[in-house]
C-alpha cells in the first residue's frame, strides 16, 4: 500500500543482440525504457552515437489495415456477442507463430477487395436511385428525352414552382406566340414538369413568359427515349447491382471466419509497435546502443538476469532530485480499487504518498451514506459479484467492480441504520395486505435531518484533521519538523481553542493557537513587517476551513434526496391498491434512482477527496509506470514455463 520504490538503469549492449533483448524484456514486462539524451549529463557520454532506425511507420500502417479490417467484419458479418465475456487465451508459442502473419493478411486483403467492390456497388446503387427519382416527373410524358430544337422549333424540358397556375402560365405563353405549345409531364409537392415547343421566330416573347413564371429548364443528357423506357432500364440496372450487393455482402459474411486470426495479428502487431517505439528511446552505433529506464527496485533481480545472458553492461541508481520518477501504485485487493478514483485526479508525485488506503475508508463511507440503502448496497454487491465470477477483469472495470463490492457493503450497512430497504418497500407492500410492519432503526434521516447534518460535519472534520496529519508526516519524513509544528500543529491548536470554547471552557487555548499563527505563518517573508502580516492574514484562512466542513452537508443533502425519490417511488406504486401495478412501477422507479443515485455519490464523493482532502496534502504530477510488456486487446496470452 505505497508508491513503488525505482531504481533507474542505464547501460550499453550489442547491436546484434538488440531485437532478441528487447523481446525478452518484453515478456518480463518490468522495464520502462525511456528517452535518451534529454539529460544535459547524457550528451557526452552519448558522444558519437544516432537514433535507432526502425519500422514503427511500416507497422503502424500494417495496424490500421488489420484495425479496418475488424471494423469491416463488425459491420458486416456482425457475430453477437455477451456483454462480459473472457477473452480467448493463447499460448506464447501460437501467439508468435511464423504462418500467422501471412494468413491474417490474406485474409485483411480479400476484406479490403470485398468492401472497396462493396462501395463501388453502393455508389453505383445511389446513382441509379438518384436517377430514378429524377425521372419520375417525366414517367406520363411520352416523348423522347432526346427530343431537340430543330432549325424552327424550339424544344425546352423543365419546371416551373408547383404554386404556379398552370392554366394561366399556358394562357400567357398563347399571348405571347400563336405558334406555342405547353405539354404538362407530371408534378410533385415543389415543381411541376413541363415541355414547351414554340417557333423560334418567337423565341424571346416566350422567354419573358418563362422567366416571370420562374421556369426552369432540365437538361436529359445521355438519355434517350421516354422516360419511362428509360426508367424501366435503370430499374432493372439497379436490380443487378443489388444482386452483386448481395453477393459481396455473403462474401463478406464468410470472411468473418477469419475474425480470430485478424484479431490475433492486431495483438501481434501491437507488440512490434511497442517495440519498435521502444527503439526510437535508443542511441545506437553499428556495433552497440545505449538505453535507460526504470525499474521496480523488487524486480531488479529479473531483469539483471536478463541482461547478464546478453553482452551488456549497466549501473543501477536511485533517483535523483531532479528525475521525473514514473509511478507504480502497490496494493492489495481492499484499496486498489480506489486507484479508478486517483487516476481520475493525477497519480501522486514520487516524494508524495499512496492516497488509496488513506481514501478507502472516507470514500466508501461516504459513498454508502449518500446511497443509504440495504437494498440498493445488496444490489450493487450481486451485480459486481457475477461480474468478477464471469469475466477475467482488468484495469479500470477491475477497478471499478470492486469499488462497486466496497460501496455496496457500506450502503447496506449504513442502510440497516437507518431502516432503508428500498425506501419504505417492506411498509409499504404490508400495507397493501392491511397490515403494517416496520423495519427497526436507530436514525432516521427524514425525522431527524439535522442529526445527519451534523454527523456529516463531524466525519468530514476528521477527515480534513487526517488530512493535515497526513502533510504533517510528510513534513517530518523530509527532515522539516519545525514545517509540520507550525503549519499543521499551530491550526491544531487554534481548533482545539475554539473546541474548548464551544463547550463552555477558556478561551486561552484559543488565544495560544491564534498567536502560534499569528507568529509562525509569515515566517518566509524577508523583514519583519512582512512577516507580521504574513501571520495576520494567515488568520483568514480559518475561513477556509469552515467551508470546506461545510461541504460535507451534501452527504446529508444526497442522502435525503435518494431516501425521498425512494419513498415517492413507493407512495405512487401504492396508489391503485394492486401488488401487481406496484411492482411494475416499483423496478422502474428504483433502476431509475438506483442510476441517478449511482452518478450522483459517485461524483460527489470524488469531489469531497479531490477538494477538501487531497487539497490538505497531496502532491500530484506522477506520470504512470509504463514499462515494455505484451499488453493485447482481444486475447490473453499464457506464458509456457520452461
Given amino acids: 500500500m505505497a508508491i513503488a520504490k525505482m531504481k533507474k538503469i542505464k547501460g550499453f549492449a550489442m547491436q546484434a543482440d538488440r531485437d532478441t533483448l528487447l523481446r525478452e524484456l518484453q515478456l518480463l514486462g518490468?522495464?520502462?525504457?525511456?528517452?535518451?539524451?534529454?539529460?544535459?549529463?547524457?550528451?557526452?557520454?552519448?558522444?558519437g552515437l544516432e537514433g535507432s532506425e526502425t519500422k514503427l511507420s511500416e507497422y503502424r500502417d500494417r495496424l490500421q489495415s488489420v484495425s479496418s479490417a475488424i471494423k469491416a467484419l463488425d459491420k458486416y458479418a456482425y457475430v453477437k456477442s455477451a456483454m462480459f465475456k473472457n477473452r480467448s487465451e493463447i499460448k506464447l508459442s501460437s501467439f508468435f507463430d511464423e504462418q500467422l502473419p501471412e494468413k491474417a493478411m490474406n485474409y485483411v486483403s480479400e476484406i479490403e477487395a470485398a468492401e472497396r467492390e462493396l462501395l463501388r456497388l453502393y455508389a453505383q446503387e445511389d446513382k441509379k436511385k438518384a436517377a430514378l427519382a429524377f425521372l419520375e416527373l417525366w414517367l406520363d410524358l411520352d416523348v423522347p428525352l432526346d427530343y431537340t430544337d430543330t432549325n424552327y422549333a424550339g424544344v425546352y424540358f423543365g419546371t416551373i414552382p408547383a404554386g404556379s397556375n398552370f392554366d394561366v402560365f399556358h394562357e400567357e405563353l398563347k399571348e405571347a406566340s400563336d405558334r406555342v405549345q405547353a405539354i404538362v409531364a407530371g408534378s410533385d409537392r415543389e415543381q411541376t414538369g413541363v415541355l414547351v415547343v414554340f417557333h423560334k421566330e418567337h423565341i424571346e416573347q416566350?422567354?419573358?413568359?418563362?422567366?416571370?413564371?420562374?421556369?426552369?429548364?432540365?437538361?436529359?443528357?445521355?438519355?434517350?427515349?421516354?422516360?419511362?423506357?428509360?426508367?424501366?432500364?435503370?430499374?432493372?440496372?439497379?436490380?443487378?447491382?443489388?444482386?452483386?450487393?448481395?453477393?459481396?455482402?455473403?462474401?463478406?459474411?464468410?470472411?468473418?471466419?477469419?475474425?480470430e486470426a485478424i484479431k490475433l495479428y492486431y495483438d501481434r502487431i501491437s507488440q512490434l509497435i511497442a517495440i519498435e517505439e521502444t527503439?526510437?528511446?535508443?542511441?545506437?552505433?553499428?556495433?552497440?546502443?545505449?538505453?535507460?529506464g526504470w525499474i521496480p527496485a523488487d524486480r531488479v533481480s529479473a531483469v539483471e538476469k536478463v541482461l547478464d545472458k546478453f553482452c551488456s553492461a549497466y549501473e543501477l541508481t536511485d533517483p535523483g532530485k531532479d528525475d521525473n520518477v514514473p509511478i507504480k501504485l502497490v496494493n492489495n485487493p481492499l484499496t486498489a480499487p480506489l486507484t479508478m478514483v486517483t487516476e481520475m485526479y493525477s497519480l501522486p508525485s514520487y516524494d508524495g504518498v499512496d492516497p488509496n488506503p488513506l481514501m478507502m475508508p472516507f470514500f466508501t463511507i461516504f459513498f454508502g451514506i449518500m446511497f443509504n440503502d440495504v437494498g440498493y448496497g445488496l444490489v450493487l454487491i450481486l451485480l459486481s459479484l457475477i461480474v468478477r465470477a464471469k469475466v477475467k477483469l482488468r484495469g479500470?472495470?477491475?477497478?471499478?467492480?470492486?469499488?462497486?463490492?466496497?460501496?455496496?457493503?457500506?450502503?447496506?450497512?449504513?442502510?440497516?441504520?437507518?431502516?432503508?430497504?428500498?425506501?419504505?418497500?417492506?411498509?409499504?407492500?404490508?400495507?397493501?395486505?392491511?397490515?403494517?410492519?416496520?423495519?427497526p432503526y436507530l436514525f432516521s434521516p427524514m425525522e431527524d435531518p439535522l442529526l445527519v447534518l451534523i454527523g456529516a460535519l463531524i466525519i468530514g472534520f476528521i477527515q480534513i484533521i487526517v488530512g493535515m496529519a497526513i502533510n504533517a508526516y510528510m513534513l517530518i519524513r523530509d527532515g522539516k519538523f519545525l514545517d509540520a509544528l507550525f503549519d499543521v500543529g499551530s491550526w491544531w491548536l487554534l481548533f482545539a481553542g475554539i473546541?474548548?470554547?464551544?463547550?463552555?471552557?477558556?478561551?486561552?487555548?484559543?488565544?495560544?493557537?491564534?498567536?502560534?499563527?499569528?507568529?509562525?505563518?509569515?515566517?518566509?517573508?524577508?523583514?519583519?513587517?512582512?512577516?507580521?502580516?504574513?501571520?495576520?492574514?494567515?488568520?483568514?484562512?480559518?475561513?477556509?476551513?469552515?467551508?470546506?466542513?461545510?461541504?460535507?452537508?451534501?452527504?446529508?443533502?444526497?442522502?435525503?434526496?435518494?431516501?425521498?425519490?425512494?419513498?415517492?417511488?413507493?407512495?405512487?406504486?401504492?396508489?391503485?391498491?394492486?401488488?401487481?401495478?406496484?411492482?411494475?412501477?416499483?423496478?422502474?422507479?428504483?433502476?431509475?434512482?438506483?442510476?441517478?443515485n449511482i452518478v450522483g455519490t459517485y461524483v460527489h464523493a470524488s469531489r469531497l477527496q479531490y477538494l477538501e482532502f487531497f487539497g490538505k496534502f497531496y502532491r500530484d504530477g506522477g506520470k504512470p509506470f509504463t514499462p515494455l510488456s505484451l499488453k493485447t486487446k482481444y486475447v490473453d496470452i499464457i506464458k509456457e514455463e520452461n
Fill in 396 to 439: 479500470t472495470v477491475k477497478y471499478m467492480m470492486g469499488l462497486m463490492t466496497l460501496c455496496g457493503i457500506t450502503s447496506a450497512m449504513v442502510g440497516l441504520l437507518t431502516g432503508s430497504f428500498f425506501g419504505d418497500a417492506i411498509p409499504t407492500i404490508a400495507g397493501l395486505y392491511g397490515k403494517q410492519i416496520s423495519l
Fill in 499 to 596: 473546541g474548548v470554547l464551544a463547550m463552555g471552557g477558556t478561551y486561552w487555548v484559543a488565544l495560544a493557537g491564534v498567536a502560534a499563527l499569528v507568529l509562525t505563518q509569515g515566517r518566509s517573508k524577508p523583514t519583519l513587517i512582512g512577516k507580521i502580516i504574513g501571520g495576520i492574514a494567515s488568520l483568514y484562512d480559518i475561513t477556509g476551513y469552515f467551508g470546506d466542513i461545510l461541504s460535507y452537508s451534501r452527504l446529508m443533502a444526497l442522502m435525503l434526496a435518494g431516501g425521498v425519490i425512494a419513498t415517492v417511488v413507493n407512495m405512487l406504486g401504492s396508489l391503485p391498491g394492486s401488488i401487481i401495478f406496484y411492482l411494475i412501477i416499483f423496478l422502474i422507479g428504483h433502476v431509475f434512482n438506483m442510476g441517478l
Fill in 279 to 292: 527503439k526510437e528511446k535508443l542511441i545506437e552505433t553499428d556495433k552497440v546502443f545505449a538505453f535507460k
Fill in 30 to 47: 518490468c522495464l520502462e525504457v525511456s528517452e535518451m539524451g534529454d539529460a544535459p549529463e547524457e550528451k557526452e557520454w552519448l558522444e
Fill in 206 to 259: 416566350v422567354n419573358s413568359v418563362l422567366r416571370k413564371f420562374g421556369f426552369n429548364r432540365v437538361a436529359f443528357k445521355d438519355y434517350t427515349g421516354t422516360a419511362r423506357e428509360n426508367h424501366d432500364r435503370i430499374s432493372s440496372e439497379l436490380a443487378s447491382i443489388r444482386e452483386e450487393i448481395n453477393k459481396s455482402l455473403e462474401r463478406l459474411k464468410e470472411l468473418g471466419e477469419g475474425r
